[in-house]
C-alpha cells in the first residue's frame, strides 16, 4: 500500500464495492447521510402506503376516510396487500444484501443458489396434481388444496433448492464452487419444471403467474408470516453484519481474525434462503428488487454492513411497494404483475448504470 489505511467507517463500505469500477467513486461521493436516507426512504413509504389504501380496482378513492363501508373493503384487501407488499420487498432487499456481502460482488442476486427454481417447481408440482385430483375428488376440493398447498410447496421447493446446491457444492466452503452449483441447479429444477407443465398443460397459467410475481393473494394471513419472517431473519443478519465487513477484505484478513469462513458462509446462506423462500412462497417471483436495493443504497450512502443492511431492507420495500402501486394504476380496472414492472424498472436502471460505465 502507497497511502495511509482508509479509515475504519468507511473501509468495508468501499472494499464492498471493490471490482466495480465507479461504484466506489460514487459511494465516496454520497451526498447523503443514513440518517437522511432513513428518514426519506421512512417517507416515501408513509406516501406509498397512502396511495396503496387508496388505489382500487375503479381508480383512485379516499372514500373510506369516511364512510366506514368502504373502509372494510380497504382493511380486508387493500391494507393487508399495502403492507404484504412491503414485508415482501424488505426480505428481498434483505436477502440481496446478504448475497451481495456473502459473494463480495455487489451484482449478486438472492436467487442465485437455486431458490427461484426450486419455488417454481414446486408449484408447478403441486398445481399438476390439483389438476390429476380435481377429477377424482370434485373441483372445489382440489381448489382449496390448491390454495394450501402452493404456498407451501413453494416455500419447501425454495428452501430445497438451495439445500441441493450446497449438497452439490459440497458446503459453503468455496464461494465460486457454490455459485457454479447454484446456476447448475437452477437450470436442473427449471428443466424439470417445463417437463412437468408439458406432462400437465394446466399447470402452465398457474406457473405463468407465479413466475410473473403478484401481491393480488396477500391476506393478514401473508402479513403475519412475512412479518414473523422478518423479525426472525432481521436480528440474526445483523448478529453478523461485522463479520460481512470482514469477509468484504478478503477471506485471509477474515480469516486473521479468527471467523470459521465455511460455518460463517453456511450460517448466511441458511438466511438468505429464509428470507428469499418466505418471500417467494407469498408473492412470486419478483425480480430485481434484491439485485437493485442494496445497490442503491451503496450508490447513496456509505455504511458498514450493519446498517446497509436494514437500509437495503427498507428500500427493497419502498420499490416494492412503489411497483405495486403502479401495477394497480397503470391500466384500471385490471392490474399487471407486479414482478413485471419491477424487471422493467430494474432493467432501465442498469442499463442506465452499464452506459454511465462505457462512458468513464
Known amino acids: 500500500m502507497d497511502r495511509p489505511a482508509p479509515e475504519p467507517a468507511r473501509a468495508p463500505a468501499t472494499a464492498g464495492t471493490a471490482g466495480v469500477p465507479g461504484v466506489a467513486t460514487a459511494a465516496a461521493g454520497a451526498a447523503l447521510t443514513p440518517r437522511s436516507l432513513v428518514a426519506l426512504l421512512l417517507g416515501l413509504a408513509a406516501l406509498l402506503a397512502l396511495a396503496g ?13 369516511q364512510q366506514a363501508a368502504e373502509w372494510d373493503l380497504v382493511a380486508a384487501i387493500r391494507a393487508p396487500r399495502t403492507v404484504g407488499a412491503l414485508l415482501v420487498g424488505a426480505l428481498l432487499g434483505l436477502g440481496g444484501a446478504l448475497a451481495q456481502g456473502l459473494f463480495r460482488n455487489p451484482l449478486a442476486d438472492p436467487y442465485l443458489l437455486g431458490s427461484a427454481a426450486g419455488a417454481g417447481l414446486g408449484v408447478v408440482l403441486v398445481l399438476a396434481a390439483g389438476g390429476l385430483l380435481g377429477h ?18 413453494a416455500f419447501i421447493g425454495a428452501l430445497a433448492g438451495v439445500a441441493l446446491t450446497l449438497v452439490l457444492a459440497r458446503g459453503a466452503a468455496r464461494p465460486m464452487v457454490l455459485l457454479l ?16 407443465t408439458l406432462i400437465s398443460p394446466e399447470a402452465l397459467r398457474g406457473k405463468q403467474i407465479f413466475m410473473l410475481g403478484t401481491t393480488s393473494f396477500l391476506g393478514w394471513g401473508s402479513v403475519a408470516v412475512l412479518a414473523g419472517a422478518l423479525a426472525l431473519v432481521g436480528p440474526l443478519a445483523l448478529r453478523f453484519a461485522r463479520a460481512l465487513d470482514a469477509l468484504v477484505l478478503g477471506e485471509a484478513s477474515a480469516a486473521s481474525l479468527g471467523l470459521q469462513l465455511p460455518r460463517l458462509r453456511l450460517l448466511l446462506v441458511a438466511l438468505m434462503a429464509l428470507a428469499t423462500g418466505t418471500a417467494v412462497a407469498q408473492a412470486g417471483l419478483v425480480a430485481f428488487v434484491g439485485l ?3 445497490h442503491i443504497v451503496r450508490r447513496l450512502v456509505v455504511v458498514t454492513h450493519g446498517a446497509l443492511l436494514g437500509l437495503s431492507a427498507l428500500a427493497g420495500g ?21 414482478g413485471l414492472l419491477t424487471a422493467v424498472f430494474g432493467g432501465i436502471y442498469l442499463l442506465a448504470l452499464l452506459r454511465r460505465r462505457s462512458s468513464w
Open 53 to 65: 389504501l387508496a388505489a382500487g380496482s375503479e381508480g383512485w378513492s379516499l372514500a373510506w376516510l
Open 292 to 294: 437493485v436495493a442494496p
Open 136 to 153: 377424482r375428488i370434485g373441483l372445489a376440493t382440489a381448489d382449496l388444496l390448491l390454495r394450501l398447498g402452493l404456498v407451501g410447496a
Open 318 to 338: 419502498v420499490l416494492l411497494l412503489a411497483a405495486d402501486v403502479a401495477a394497480r394504476a397503470v391500466i384500471v380496472p385490471q392490474e399487471l404483475p407486479v
Open 181 to 196: 452449483a447454484g446456476v447448475v441447479v437452477g437450470i436442473l429444477l427449471s428443466a424439470l419444471s417445463e417437463l412437468v
